[in-house]
């Protein structure tokens, strides 16, 4: 067993998914689930969190999983943080995957509140998830707070300046919350497109142009699946040498 537990570094860690009942974080928390973690998910739907505990359970009958509802979209986000730390408890990662509707709209049909309300579960929310957090993550470089942006920080797309000021933003984020909770280590994952919800409004036909336009020019030939870019995560819980670190999954995109 201490053979075991030396070699799976996230064996009975505690594991927290704030957007972990769909997409990338649901892959996370399966994933951890697999390594032999205890895992509690949450996102703004109680009904969401229930059934994704549900489809867990099923998977993996032995899983230790429970989860909360927080609402990050409103204006009390700081203080449903607050209840979602306390209800969770103490823990060893904290990863933050959730998202919500793209803001791509042209940057002069843009407004100050449509440009903060864009940012409101993208870059505010994680900031305050990693102050609010830092207090209930166990001390030293085994624990973790990892991240998420999006590709378009460093690969510009028409219509997304918002978005992708706020993508660039947690490059930076990352790095100076890496020295301000140090030893706590803070890293951030840079998916480029992956096959999950978030494209769930685009109309089938030109998410399938999209993607298939994205697979002929990725070097790896496809479009990302959330269980690879999973894996991406779990190395960054597990690597207690990394921190301030930007790592992609994003299939080679970044190469042509």
């Not at 409103?74 to 823990?91: A, Q």
């Not at 840079?190 to 994205?214: N, Q, Y």
């Amino acid at each position: 067993m201490l053979g075991q537990q030396k070699y799976n570094k996230l064996a009975n860690k505690h594991i927290l998914v704030i957007g972990g009942t769909s997409g990338i974080g649901y892959a996370v928390a399966e994933a951890s689930i697999e390594s032999g973690a205890r895992v509690t998910i949450s996102s703004s739907s109680h009904d969401r969190v229930l059934s994704s505990i549900i489809s867990l359970k099923n998977s993996y009958p032995k899983a230790l999983v429970e989860g909360h509802a927080c609402d990050l979209s409103k204006p009390t986000v700081e203080k449903n943080i607050e209840e979602l730390f306390k209800n969770t408890g103490k823990v060893d990662h904290i990863v933050f995957t959730a998202g919500d509707k793209l803001a791509t709209i042209p940057i002069h049909e843009s407004t100050l509140e449509s440009i903060q309300k864009a940012g409101q579960i993208r870059f505010f929310a994680p900031l305050l998830v990693a102050k609010v957090g830092s207090r209930y993550l166990n001390p030293g470089p085994t624990s973790s707070i990892v991240l998420t942006t999006g590709s378009v920080a460093e690969h510009p797309n028409p219509n997304w300046s918002v978005i992708a000021s706020y993508a660039a933003g947690l490059h930076g984020m990352t790095r100076n919350l890496a020295l301000d909770l140090k030893p706590i280590r803070v890293n951030l994952v840079s998916p480029g497109a992956v096959d999950t919800e978030l494209w769930k409004d685009m109309p089938s036909d030109a998410k399938a142009r999209m993607f298939k336009s994205i697979s002929e020019k990725a070097p790896t030939g496809h479009v990302g699946k959330p269980e690879e870019v999973a894996e991406t995560y779990l190395w960054l819980m597990k690597d207690s040498n990394v921190t301030g670190f930007v790592a992609c999954s994003d299939s080679g995109m970044k190469l042509v």
